[in-house]
Every structure is written in C-alpha cells, then in structure tokens.
C-alpha cells in the first residue's frame, strides 16, 4: 500500500515509518530539509521536500496515497510570538485535510491529550471530554483548533478522517531528543538538583505507532481515540530509571508551586543567558494529568495495546547510549 506521512522524522513519527516498512507499505514523507534526517537514515522513503504550508508538496505527498498520517506539527511551549505555531497546526492541518478529500485519501490526524479539556483532573481523561479551544498555551490551543477542523469537515464534507491523541512518549528512537528524553538524560547526568512534582502519561511510540495503523484500518470516520498509557509521577518515573541505569536520583521532590514562584527567575536567567528557560509556564502547565486515563475505546474498537514503562525505559536507555549521549 501507498502511504504517506508528515513528521516522519519526529518522536512518533520515526517510530511509525519503521512499523508500516514492516508491514510492507511503501512511504513518502513530507520532510523541510533538503536531506536526510538522522531518525529516517537507512530506510527506504520517498522524500517530498516541504512543509505542510507548501500546497504544491503537500499535493505531491497526498496524490496516489491510500492512507495519510498527518503527524506534523510545531511542538512549542513558549509563546506563539511569530504565528507559526498557529500556522502550521490549524493552516497545515487544514492544507493536508483539504488534499486528503480531493483525492479521497483516508487521512489519520495526529491530535494531543492536551488538546483536551484535562479538567477537574481527579476525574478520568477519555474520548468524551471536550476540546480546550481556550487553553492558555498556543501550542494546546492550537492542537484543539486543529482537531475541530478534522471534525468539522468529517461533518460538513466526504473527509474520511480519524483523531488520534498521544500522551507523552518514551522508548527508542528518541532522535531529537524530547522534552522527557532531555530529562531522562539530564537526570543520568547529574544535572538536575532536584524533581518536580510533575505527573506525565507515558506510553511507548511503538505502541502509538501501531495504535495510528489501527486507527488507519479500524478506527470509525470522524471518532477520537486517546493512544497513551497510565498517569506516572516524576518521583516513580526516576526510580525506575534509576534502576535501569545504576545511577542515583536527587531526592528532592518539590511541589508544582515552587516552579511557579521560580518562574521570574528563570525566564530572566534565559534572557541574560540568551538560551531557552528551563522551564516557562506552559511546560508548568503540561506537567499535571489526569489520575486515570482511561483508553478503554482504542483497546476495544483497535486492539490498541500498552507495554509497560519499565521495558520502555529500558529501551530508551540503551539507544541513547548507542547515541554516545550518556558517555
């Protein structure tokens, strides 16, 4: 089968071209360099060199593809200063769903479990809570706006569309690295005094991976389907780790509050510094979950299936070792 994938070379997106070249599809991916990218080297794809704001390369990746992964977007937690973030979320968005429906091409968006509304977070995260159209982060915002767009013209038009909506991922293939790869990293260094009070829902990108085929192959037209795992405190996530890697983890553990306190300082200490903060507000934001997450619908409707983070972390450690990141 003829396929096509935006982000290819990202976290789930790396992850989701080895698995359809394994089930013996044939992959085209729309990629912004003019290159190959270090996550992609050595596999056979067809590049299409674009963004998702280049209408002519978008109608070269979606033309003859059967099936579409719109994976693509602009992971930012600081503000949307440019408009790009918004650009490429909702415009891109809208650019890839409009080709999908000229050609009849069964598109999967890639959605976020923060394009939900997490709130009250004592209660269960499922497929039913709304989308978070006035979340305060632009990043978030912008993935709820870009997953009403999927809706809106499954309801209004022939899309053949289906949502996915990852949590935060972990294992092999971390080639960026990400947000939690950074600091799985940082803390085999050292380099963290102490933790945050952070809660993440993590699940392995080859289990997301193999989530979006079957939301492909199964999932019903215009339906959301949470791919993530279980909620997990940074505190259990370190031990595990630690565990994993023989190395010790700070043993400080502070309260959600004193990021915020600290928040100043740190945006401060960037500016002076002229790198990115530590943290800023909206990764502040991103760092509480719901107590369950319930992914009761992708399990029964797609098969969709978990390993457990143990084995993720696992694997996580011994690619970054193999990347010379933790020598």
Not at 12 to 36: H, K, N, Q
Not at 65 to 76: S, T
Not at 251 to 256: F, W
């Amino acid at each position: 089968m003829q396929v096509a994938v935006t982000g290819a070379s990202g976290r789930l997106g790396c992850a989701l071209v080895r698995a359809l070249l394994e089930r013996g599809d044939s992959v085209r991916a729309l990629e912004l360099g003019l290159g190959t990218p270090p996550s992609l080297e050595g596999l056979e794809v067809e590049l299409v060199h674009g963004d998702v704001l280049d209408r002519e390369a978008v109608e070269k990746l979606v033309t003859g593809a059967e099936q579409l992964y719109h994976i693509a977007a602009k992971v930012d937690l600081d503000r949307d200063r440019d408009g790009s973030v918004w650009a490429v979320n909702v415009e891109g968005t809208r650019n890839i769903a409009k080709a999908c429906l000229a050609h009849g091409t069964r598109l999967v968006h890639c959605s976020s479990h923060h394009a939900l509304v997490l709130a009250p977070l004592s209660e269960p995260l499922d497929e039913t809570k709304p989308l978070a159209l006035q979340h305060k982060c632009d990043y978030h915002r912008s993935k709820a706006h870009g997953e009403q767009l999927i809706h809106d013209m499954v309801r209004d038009t022939n899309l053949n569309a289906v949502v996915i909506n990852p949590g935060t991922l972990t294992g092999p293939h971390d080639y960026e690295p990400s947000m939690l790869g950074r600091s799985l990293i940082d803390l085999y260094h050292g380099r963290l005094p102490a933790l945050m009070n952070a809660v993440t829902d993590c699940a392995d990108a080859r289990d997301v991976a193999a989530g979006a085929i079957a939301a492909a192959e199964k999932g019903r037209r215009g339906e959301r389907y949470l791919l993530t795992g279980r909620a997990i405190g940074m505190r259990e996530l370190s031990d595990i780790w630690a565990e994993i890697t023989g190395v010790k983890m700070p043993r400080v553990n502070l309260p959600l509050w004193v990021g915020w306190a600290m928040v100043p300082f740190t945006l401060g200490a960037a500016r002076l510094a002229g790198r990115k903060p530590l943290f800023t507000p909206n990764m502040l934001r991103a760092s509480v979950s719901n107590d369950v997450i319930r992914c009761d619908k992708a399990r029964n409707e797609l098969g969709y299936a978990t390993r457990s983070i143990d084995e993720s972390l696992a694997d996580a450690f011994a690619f970054f070792k193999a990347q010379g990141w933790l020598g």
